[in-house]
């Protein structure tokens, strides 16, 4: 159905605005998680958020849902709310985030004229995160008009140029996109991550970090992302889960370190003996040496080494260890 005179082209849909039940939860997501930035808030009620500066492109609001519920199925309203990036990377580093957030997507399609990611908000609005082809690329009939489908997207092969483009990033020298200032609530978090390695020696969960303290899951993954962003700790990589927090390891390494308490985990040979003076216990380590696969062991004693022989080599300058801090 066409209009007998159509619309000014030049004419766009501004902004959204939504109902939400809880601003603060609301915020965590779209800010934190999806990286918006908030450009005017009023209290508990109401906030206006963008991208690029631009005045709003998303207001959320609680004038008339304040601990509200979402719609039953079968009434109608808005199905979803479609925010539209740059391109691929843009869309790739996007679904990073929402796996590091361990938000769960409802969907993903290509639909020849875009690739998109379909997903719920805290409020359990729809929304979509796509990017467009380029037009001369969009599938057209015989007779050029435009001829969407819908058929799988590789989620695998998105995350891989999510990966890429953030090691780009950090090759280049320039900040990641998601990086910001830390804040006291990010540095308490980090402590808390430290305690529990010391306490349990294993990394919290997200979901343990939440119970423990007054953030939800999606702010406390969003304060893990930007303390892996300041080199404060590392996520896997796929930044759904704590790797280390030097000199502690979440995952089994050549550095088992042995203590009174249990047994830790550590990075390497110089975190191994990080582990013992930053508990300040005794330890003993059997691991081997790279270069020769000779056994080695070596303990720690009332602070002191009790194998002074042998030394340990850096491969990697420590200016360089970020680059690539998992090998290192």
């Not at 509200?68 to 843009?90: E, K, N, Q």
Request: with cysteine.
């Amino acid at each position: 159905m066409n209009a007998s005179r159509p619309i000014d082209p030049r004419v766009e849909i501004g902004h959204v605005h939504l109902k939400v039940a809880d601003l603060d939860r609301a915020l965590a997501f779209y800010c934190d998680v999806l990286g918006f930035n908030l450009i005017q808030r009023m209290g508990s009620e109401a906030a206006f958020i963008s991208a690029g500066g631009y005045h709003h492109h998303i207001g959320l609001n609680t004038w008339e849902s304040h601990g509200g519920t979402p719609p039953p199925p079968g009434t109608t309203g808005l199905y979803h709310v479609a925010i539209r990036y740059p391109d691929r990377p843009a869309l790739a580093d996007a679904y990073r985030r929402l796996t590091g957030a361990n938000i769960r997507l409802d969907g993903a399609a290509d639909h020849g004229v875009s690739e998109a990611l379909y997903l719920k908000d805290p409020d359990a609005n729809g929304i979509e995160l796509y990017y467009d082809h380029p037009r001369d690329d969009w599938p057209r009939t015989a007779s050029g008009a435009l001829a969407m489908y819908t058929r799988h997207l590789d989620l695998d092969a998105l995350m891989r140029v999510a990966t890429a483009a953030k090691q780009e990033k950090v090759e280049d020298g320039t900040t990641p996109a998601e990086s910001s200032a830390l804040t006291s609530r990010d540095w308490e978090l980090r402590t808390a991550v430290f305690q529990h390695f010391v306490d349990t020696t294993r990394a919290p969960t997200v979901a343990e970090l939440a119970k423990q303290s007054s953030l939800s899951e999606l702010e406390v993954a969003a304060s893990l992302r930007r303390l892996g962003d300041h080199h404060q700790l590392a996520l896997t990589p796929a930044a759904d889960a704590i790797w280390m927090v030097h000199p502690f390891s979440a995952v089994p390494t050549e550095y088992p370190v042995e203590t009174s308490r249990g047994r830790y985990w550590a990075n390497c040979a110089w975190d191994m003996l990080g582990v013992p003076t930053v508990l300040g216990l005794d330890s003993r380590t059997t691991t081997r040496c790279a270069e020769t696969g000779t056994a080695v062991e070596l303990g720690v004693r009332d602070g002191q080494l009790t194998n002074k022989d042998g030394f340990v080599h850096f491969t990697v300058r420590p200016p360089d260890f970020w680059e690539n801090v998992g090998y290192t």
